[in-house]
């Protein structure tokens, strides 16, 4: 089993900066591809990024591509989600995932193991 632990989520103005971190526990994820998603209220779970076991490659949703990095630190069993240029509209609850697996990275169904989520306001 994996526990996932969000943390840096708060509220911040238009244009500013956060660092999302996900500490995972249980077992080292440094064979996993790791991933954060994030849900608007009333909207449906979407990707935002993700990396895969080694760091080597990065995915990222086109609303976020240029502004966010994900990266990640096997030897911490952390993974970060550096976000810039935040916009009110990148407000939401933000998860991490990690699965040993990865079909699509997009697709929820696809990971295995979540965190309890971090909550990002971007007032306007």
């Known amino acids: 089993q994996v526990q996932l632990v969000e943390s840096g989520g708060g509220l911040v103005q238009a244009g500013d900066s956060l660092t999302l971190s996900c500490a995972a526990s249980g077992r080292t994820v440094s064979g996993y591809h790791m991933g954060w998603f994030r849900q608007a209220p009333g909207k449906e779970r979407e990707f935002v990024a993700g990396?895969?076991?080694?760091?080597?490659?990065?995915r990222y949703a086109d609303s976020v591509k240029g502004r966010f990095t994900i990266s990640r630190d096997n030897a911490q069993n952390t993974v970060y989600l550096q976000m810039n240029s935040l916009k009110p509209e990148d407000t939401a609850v933000y998860y991490c995932?990690?699965?040993?697996?990865?079909?699509?990275?997009?697709?929820?169904?696809?990971?295995?193991?979540w965190g309890q989520g971090t909550q990002v306001t971007v007032s306007s």
């Open positions: 995932a990690a699965s040993d697996y990865v079909t699509r990275y997009a697709l929820t169904s696809t990971w295995d193991y």
């Open positions: 990396i895969t076991w080694s760091g080597g490659s990065t």
